[in-house]
């Protein structure tokens, strides 16, 4: 059973950075896309970005663009949000989720979850 | 980047059937697999519907999932307290180089 446990959260100042981190395990790492996926207090669940098994290809959604990047190390079974530019708006519990192929664009998402790491963005 | 249109609520007595709706387009729902995740307060989201209609080894099968056309349906059976939880359905859009959506969430209620 896949485990992922987040962490890197904490509090930032708007225009700061935060990198967060998800180290997976019980599956093989690089056969799966990996995804960022926040939720802001009393909020509904928004997608901030993904990326494929082997790293090549990277997604994010329009409201990170250009501040946000993805990374991921197979080595080391963990995938990265690198996050710049914070706004206030960027404050949330961040997920990190295993999607359920190598590839996103093909329609497959998210098949386990892991428990968050909350980030808060405020001057 | 919009979201996928679901009630904001639903409710049912112990026992009853309760239907939650989910609404697309053809860029979305209309061309791709819905899932539906169930996330009960202060927990993290937990997969109960992949690829339109399947379920997850351990998700009971009061659980379905449908789709037709730009629209998917959740339906459980049975109703039982410990469904009462935060509901979202989800599917990729294949515009602007393809992206999540996200349902709103339907906040279900047994009574």
């Known amino acids: 059973e896949a485990q992922l446990l987040e962490s890197g959260g904490g509090l930032a100042r708007p225009g700061g950075s935060l990198t967060l981190s998800c180290s997976a395990s019980g599956f093989t790492f690089s056969s799966f896309a990996m995804g960022w996926v926040r939720q802001a207090p009393g909020k509904g669940l928004e997608w901030v970005s993904g990326i494929s098994g082997s790293g090549s290809i990277t997604y994010s959604a329009d409201s990170v663009k250009g501040r946000f990047t993805i990374s991921r190390d197979n080595s080391r079974n963990t995938v990265f949000l690198h996050m710049n530019g914070l706004r206030a708006e960027d404050s949330a519990l961040y997920y990190c989720a295993k999607v359920e192929a190598t590839y996103m664009d093909y329609g497959d998402l998210f098949d386990d979850w892991g428990q968050g790491t909350l980030v808060t963005v405020c001057s | 980047q919009s979201v996928l249109t679901q009630p904001p609520s639903a409710s049912g007595t112990p026992g009853q059937t309760v239907t939650i709706s989910c609404s697309g387009s053809s860029s979305n729902i209309g061309s791709n697999s819905v899932y539906w995740y169930q996330q009960v307060p202060g927990t993290a989201p937990k997969l109960l519907i992949y690829?339109?209609?399947r379920r997850p080894s351990g998700v009971p099968d009061r659980f379905s999932g449908s789709k037709s056309g730009t629209s998917a349906s959740l339906a459980i059976t049975g109703l039982r307290s410990e469904d009462e939880a935060e509901y979202y359905c989800?599917?990729?859009?294949?515009?602007?180089?393809?992206?999540?959506?996200f349902g709103g969430g339907t906040k279900l209620t047994v009574l």
């Open positions: 989800a599917a990729w859009d294949d515009n602007m180089g393809g992206y999540v959506m």
């Open positions: 690829r339109n209609d």
